[in-house]
Antibody, heavy 118, light 107 residues
Framework: EVQVLESGGGLAQPGGSLRLSCAAY????????MSWVRQAPGKGLEWVSI????????YYADSVKGRFTISRDNSKNTLYLEMNSLRAEDTAIYYC???????????WGQGTLVTVSS | DIQMTQSPSSLSASVGDRVIITCRAN??????LAWFQQKPGKAPKSLIY???SLQSGVPSNFSGSGSGTEFTLTISSLQPEDFATYYC?????????FGPGTKVDIK
């Protein structure tokens, strides 16, 4: 059964850093594109980043470009999101999502909450 | 960036009603359009991809159509478990933008 399980969320101070993890089960991470999507409290969905399964190319939303880094460890079948220079507006539930092809999400994780506050 | 809009932003309907949600892109996206369902406090669930193809396990009372800039999600007979918020998303070009959502609640 395909599952993705996020962890690493929590409270961070403005300007601080946090690393999210997403463990993949039931499929080989490196064979698929993987996305991060976030949802601020009471708001809609916002696409954050994606990493290609084929060549590891990465893409980011303008709102996080230069601050966030998506990566994967194929040996651990795990996806990461390194978040630096955090801002209050980064407060959200962060979902890890598996994609069939670039951008086409078929499975979602349960999400992990990131709160940026002093 | 491609901007996605949805209408209506919310609607009230009864069990058994036919519900139609519209999603528009401000430029052509071919059929690179997906629909997601989200219930309160839960992760989104993938419903439809390529504008009209149902994800595995999605009930047949859901259907999608459209191409280019205008798309629709139709629920042919609303069931109690279908009350949720629905989002469209384009995956034609970066960044992969979502619509603002349509909340379907009980009349």
């Amino acid at each position: 059964e395909v599952q993705v399980l996020e962890s690493g969320g929590g409270l961070a101070q403005p300007g601080g850093s946090l690393r999210l993890s997403c463990a993949a089960y039931g499929f080989t991470l490196s064979n698929y594109a993987m996305s991060w999507v976030r949802q601020a409290p009471g708001k809609g969905l916002e696409w954050v980043s994606i990493i290609s399964g084929s060549d590891g190319s990465t893409y980011y939303a303008d709102s996080v470009k230069g601050r966030f880094t998506i990566s994967r460890d194929n040996s651990k079948n795990t996806l990461y999101l390194e978040m630096n220079s955090l801002r209050a507006e980064d407060t959200a539930i962060y979902y890890c999502a598996k994609a069939v092809v670039m951008g086409l999400i078929d499975y979602w994780g349960q999400g992990t909450l990131v709160t940026v506050s002093s | 960036d491609i901007q996605m809009t949805q209408s209506p932003s919310s609607l009230s309907a009864s069990v058994g009603d036919r519900v139609i949600i519209t999603c528009r892109a401000n430029q052509g996206i071919s059929n690179y359009l997906a629909w997601f369902q989200q219930k309160p406090g839960k992760a989104p669930k993938s419903l439809i991809y390529a504008a009209s193809s149902l994800q595995s396990g999605v009930p047949s009372n859901f259907s999608g159509s459209g191409s280019g800039t205008e798309f629709t999600l139709t629920i042919s007979s609303l069931q109690p478990e279908d009350f949720a918020t629905y989002y469209c998303q384009q995956y034609n070009s970066f960044p992969f933008t979502f619509g603002p959502g349509t909340k379907v609640d009980i009349k």
